[in-house]
């Protein structure tokens, strides 16, 4: 469920969103809101919001600072302006933060749903982005970028790993596949990824473990299967070494931060 926060110093103009925008969401959202922008910054660590609507002119801490302050943080909410025509100057400002919107007073109904719409699929793609970006290895993601460069030995050494992780694999056997000795297919693989083979494999092992663990509900057993490895105990060892937690720690982690896929 998306959280949104309303922050505004008029009872009248916070109620009205308030209640515009739980008539929107039909209990799809949780609708909270703030008197100020103090009381707004004491709420959300706990909240999580993903949306803030915020007025520009506030007393104490005003629209602008709390945009700013908001953007420091590791996760930021987007967010929405409400301002005056007096104040436009100050909307602009506001984008300068990556506010998504700003609306003027007296605010449209039509158009404070149609902001918010956009402003939560904003939020939602700038999240699976932050996913994605957690859940790649940035040592694969390296092996990935500079593809355009590797020979085609490479490349097709490279494709034969992602079509095989399920099965047993040595660097022979890949090397026999490109029909290449041994030595110099692991000379050329280090010299070409920057990682030895044996390295590559099981990062890759475990970027896909990574992913089958954020995207589906299968057991700890049945993954290590599905990414090479016989048996559970190794598997949770190698991704142990790797990611500095169990495979079972990584899903809760994720699942605590609301970064499952599923």
């Excluded at 420091?72 to 933060?97: C, M, T």
């Excluded at 994605?132 to 092996?143: A, G, N, S, Y």
């Excluded at 030995?153 to 660097?171: F, G, N, P, R, W």
Aim: net charge negative.
């Amino acid at each position: 469920m998306k959280t949104i926060l309303i922050v505004d110093d008029e009872p009248r103009t916070r109620e009205g969103i308030r209640k515009t925008l739980e008539a929107w969401s039909a209990g799809s959202c949780r609708i909270e809101t703030a008197a100020s922008g103090v009381e707004a910054l004491r709420m959300l660590p706990e909240l999580r919001a993903n949306l803030v609507v915020t007025d520009i002119r506030m007393p104490e801490i005003g629209g602008l600072e709390l945009i700013e302050k908001l953007s420091e943080a590791p996760n930021p909410p987007v967010v929405i302006v409400i301002s005056g025509h007096s104040e436009f100057d100050y909307a602009k400002r506001a984008l300068q933060f990556g506010v998504v919107d700003y609306l003027l007073k007296p605010l449209d109904k039509g158009k404070l749903v149609q902001a918010v719409e956009t402003a939560l699929v904003r939020e939602e793609k700038q999240n699976r982005i932050k996913r994605m970006e957690q859940l790649v290895d940035p040592k694969l993601l390296e092996t990935v970028q500079e593809e355009k460069v590797y020979s085609a030995q490479i490349q097709e050494a490279l494709k034969y790993v992602d079509e095989h992780l399920h099965e047993s694999m040595s660097m022979k056997e890949v090397a026999d596949h490109l029909h290449l000795n041994a030595s110099y297919f692991s000379v050329l693989f280090k010299e070409q990824t920057g990682l030895t083979f044996s390295e590559y494999l099981t990062r890759r092992r475990v970027q896909r473990a990574k992913e089958l663990l954020l995207a589906t509900p299968l057991p700890i057993s049945e993954i290590s299967e599905r990414v090479g490895y016989q048996t559970a105990k190794y598997f949770i060892k190698v991704f142990r070494d790797q990611e500095n937690m169990s495979p079972s720690q990584y899903r809760q982690q994720a699942t605590d931060r609301g970064e499952r896929i599923q």
